[in-house]
């Protein structure tokens, strides 16, 4: 899908699920994958607050008890458990190297699309925004699952592929799929069906 060039009086910057549950090593929930796109996502945390963009951290959390998971409790055993994405706990929060600056806000959401029982469209519409730049991860869960809440909420996105990323898929009755498969696989799915797919090096141009 083409857009025009980045506008940041009118744009925001969107780090997904960018949480130590996800990123570090161990984790309950670690994809190792995540820690791969760490300098360019700073390299786009930096870009973007020179140029005044808004950066929002949507994070995946769940209330202690699980009353909010739904189907999540059977998707993800650890989530279930009560071991993973349990709101007020450390492993909910930003990991350190992309973290938050102070007046960054953290969107709490409990699926994978960013907007869905959220007030993200509130902010945004607040802000001035009509696009959103999209990184952070799973790819294929939550990046796309927020470019598709982004499309029916009005607005455009742009999704950054060096800047997000996916996980292997183990063999469910269709086969394996490594993570650049999916993260490409994803990535052609969004483009053709809601948001331009560029890399980081095309969006520091146009905020330069």
């Given at each position: 899908m083409?857009?025009?060039a980045i506008d940041p009086a009118r744009t925001a910057l969107l780090v997904i699920d960018m949480q130590?549950?996800?990123v570090e090593e161990g984790a309950p929930l670690e994809f190792p994958?995540?820690?791969r796109i760490l300098p360019t996502l700073q390299k786009v945390l930096d870009a973007a607050r020179t140029a005044g963009m808004p950066v929002i951290y949507p994070?995946?959390?769940h209330r202690r008890g699980g009353a909010d998971m739904g189907i999540h409790r059977d998707l993800y055993p650890p989530v279930g458990a009560g071991q993973a994405l349990v709101d007020g706990e450390r492993g909910v929060e930003?990991?350190?190297e992309v973290a938050p600056r102070d007046g960054e806000l953290v969107i709490k959401k409990h699926r994978y699309n960013?907007?869905?029982a959220t007030d993200l469209e509130?902010?945004?519409r607040g802000l001035g925004v009509d696009t959103v730049v999209l990184t952070g991860m799973t790819t294929e869960c939550c990046v796309?699952?927020?470019?598709r809440g982004a499309l029916e909420c009005g607005f455009r996105s742009v999704v950054l592929a060096d800047a997000t990323a996916s996980c292997d898929y183990p063999d469910l009755g269709l086969g394996p799929m490594p993570a650049d498969e999916m993260h490409t696989a994803a990535l052609r799915i969004m483009s053709l069906t809601s948001s331009r797919v560029t890399d980081a090096d095309t969006v520091l141009a146009e905020l330069s």
């Open positions: 083409s857009a025009p130590n549950d996800f994958e995540g820690r994070a995946h959390v930003i990991y350190l960013s907007f869905y509130i902010v945004l796309l699952g927020t470019a």
